[in-house]
């Protein structure tokens, strides 16, 4: 049946291929993009391996000029693995004064992943030992020859939910759950019934395994106030509090909420909290690239209906509006009151069983991108379900995304925002840039901002909504376990999805990204002639793709 399907599918790109035939063009190499100044570098410790977390934020700063160094692979995390951490201590002490910023996780140093971090209490000892060697990593920046160099430190307040690889605490997820949100509601309004259902859902859990939850979130509130308070009075040092996937209520709102009032009350400058965890990194290089390029832009957030701005999507503690401004915030960027007024034109859609994409939608979308202001989409589903998303109907419509500034629809809302909120940023910021630096220049950038979008619609859109949905049961129904593959089911589940996104990509290409100029000079029209897809599974599981773009520009 699936056999049938793609060729079903592969006919549909010969047809297309046939029917809506591209403009043809000449072939051209375009420069390399320049730095951004001499000193633009960056060096990362990321949160873990996955390539959200590390090479997408290259590929951004590939995009801005600035050069991002992360640690080599064999000392990362491999999903059940954890990083070593010794050696990553090492290698920051080794690495870190020759880089202007330092953008360090803590939570890969302390727990060995943000995977691990949800499995592993940290003890005092090695607490401890971080902090110590913290210092040291200050001190010798401080003393470093590079007296430019800054240090940010960020770590992240673990998830709502207990993670699916602990057994036997997985089975008790939901009832944890319920009884974390519960206890956070009656310390704040103290309400008898609520108290009632939080001792019930107690009763039923484990002794045992409500500790080792509790006590989690004991370790880290710990951990987090001395990150805080130790560094309140190094000025060359930042902090930033992300809070994983999470709900209005909850023991993470309840720790969230204590670390705000600290950093309220002791008036930390340098310390800020935010909603999300793996788009972390991404925002940090973006507020690195506005320093260098000594811009603040002026942000516009314009919703595809109003009530999405104070929609709760799927494991986020706040509304998208909220998420959104702390993300604008966090980089140093300033909100917009008005498109006209903006810099940046952000466009949100989360659909969901109650708000589906209109025409009136896709008509503004369109029309947005008819006006010179640079346009990101943010684009989710409630449901994680294609048919809420907003892109689909802009294909449908003929709607040319290619003149898109970014677009995200990954995962979870802040995820998606602040990847989004990232490339657009640094995009518009190039391009104010390289002005004056002729069109050839300014044609290389829309075509590495092309691919970079181009990346995250094959992997948001093709890749999550369209494929992923029909590869778990597909490989289930072989008895191949989707979060355990063998190296030889690896190998032949991404054969399997190279030739799905190959047969997308060439759709999308005839259909829509190669059918009209990406840029357009004075005397040129440039145009995507071709889009390849190279695809691997960085873990054994088929929850992300590492995907790589091979794009091929012509002109006329």
Known sequence: MNKLKISILGLLVLLCALLLKIPSSNTISLPTLPPLNQNASMLLLPLDSRPVCSKMVQKLGNLGGVNVIVPPKELLDNYQQPADRKKLWQWLQNSAGSYAQNVISADILLHGSLLQSRQHIAAKEEQQEFFTQLDALQNKLQTSDNTSARLTVFSVIPRLLVSDEIYPDCWYQFHLMRYSQLLDMTEINSDYAMT???LEYQEFIPEKILAKYLHLYKQSQNFNEQLLTQNAANNSTQIIIGQDDSSPFGLPHRSALQLENII???KLANAH???GADEIAALLLTRYFMQQANWQPKIFLQYSSPAVEFKHMPYMAVSTGAALRSQIELIGAQPAAAADAAD?????????DDLQPTTDTVKEVQLLLEQPKPVGLIDLSANFAAKELLLPQLLIKNVPINKLAA?????????SS???LAQSVIFTGRLRQLQQQGSEQI???????LRFTCERIMEDFVYQKLIHPQLRPYLASFGITPTNLLAEDKQATEYYIQKRLSLYALLLLQANLGRTPFYSSQDKNYYLKNLLVGVQLPWNRIFEADLTIHT?????
């Open 196 to 198: 009632k259902k939080m």
């Open 264 to 266: 309220a009350r002791q």
């Open 273 to 275: 909290l935010t909603y």
């Open 344 to 352: 940046i034109i952000l466009y949100i859609h989360c659909g969901d």
């Open 407 to 415: 677009y995200a629809g990954w995962n979870t809302f802040s995820n």
């Open 418 to 420: 602040g990847t989004a």
């Open 443 to 449: 044609a290389a950038l829309y075509a590495e901002n």
């Open 552 to 556: 091929q520009i012509g002109a006329k």
